[in-house]
């Protein structure tokens, strides 16, 4: 099984901030199996990259992936205020798994 | 859209019951999986498993001796099983389109308890 960590657990920033939430593979994971998710409470995750670095339809410009291997991240370049969530990433390359998730949250 | 339907409260050692519903699209579409997500109260994402039409299970290796999904094309629907429960499984149930899922139920919370 994949492992996925992701760091920081929390993290708090201000609106119109930027954000860089980091996501670790315990072996290497190819980029065109790596997504992000955006979940709120009471919601279902919502779809944000598929592909490390590939928006789902409707996801802002503000929302860019990157990496390759074993590092992966999400970077949100201003942080609006729909955007305090928890963010998953997860790999489908082998039997899918999921990070545990990053809060971020208003300073 | 999908949506899952079934028992909100479930006995521990009973089966876990649930089944997603489809509309705008069909199962039997072959460029798809059809699968289940679950996510404990305040915890994260766990995978359960998934099906594709074209044939072929895919199970979380952790829940694989106690979990069964199935496709059911005339009702468009697809379902899943989860034997043996115990408080653990205590969670919201999702249905979701792809490994990666792009479309998701808007979930199901199921509770063991006796």
């Known amino acids: 099984e994949i492992v996925l960590t992701q760091s920081p657990g929390t993290l708090s920033s201000s609106p119109g901030e930027r954000a860089t939430l980091s996501c670790r593979a315990s072996q290497s994971v190819s980029s065109n199996y790596l997504a992000w998710y955006q979940q709120k409470p009471g919601q279902a995750p919502r779809l944000l990259m598929s592909g490390a670095s590939s928006r789902a339809t409707g996801i802002p410009d503000r929302f860019s992936g990157s990496g390759s291997g074993t590092d992966f991240s999400l970077t949100i370049s201003r942080l609006e205020p729909e955007d305090f969530a928890v963010y998953y990433c997860q790999q489908f390359s082998s039997s899918p798994t999921f990070g545990q998730g990053t809060k971020v949250e208003i300073k | 859209q999908l949506r899952e339907s079934g028992p909100g409260l479930v006995k521990p050692s009973d089966t876990l019951s649930l089944t997603c519903t489809v509309s705008?699209?069909?199962?039997?579409?072959?460029?798809?999986?059809w699968g289940w997500v679950r996510q404990p109260p305040g915890k994260g994402l766990e995978w359960i498993g998934s099906i594709y039409s074209g044939g072929g299970t895919y199970y979380n290796p952790s829940l694989k001796s106690r979990v069964t999904i199935s496709l059911d094309t005339s009702n468009n629907q697809f379902s899943l099983e989860l034997r043996s429960v115990t408080a653990a499984d205590t969670a919201v149930y999702y249905c979701a389109r792809r490994l990666n899922p792009d479309h998701w139920g808007q979930g199901t919370l199921v509770t063991v308890s006796s």
């Open positions: 705008g699209g069909s199962v039997s579409d072959t460029s798809f999986y």
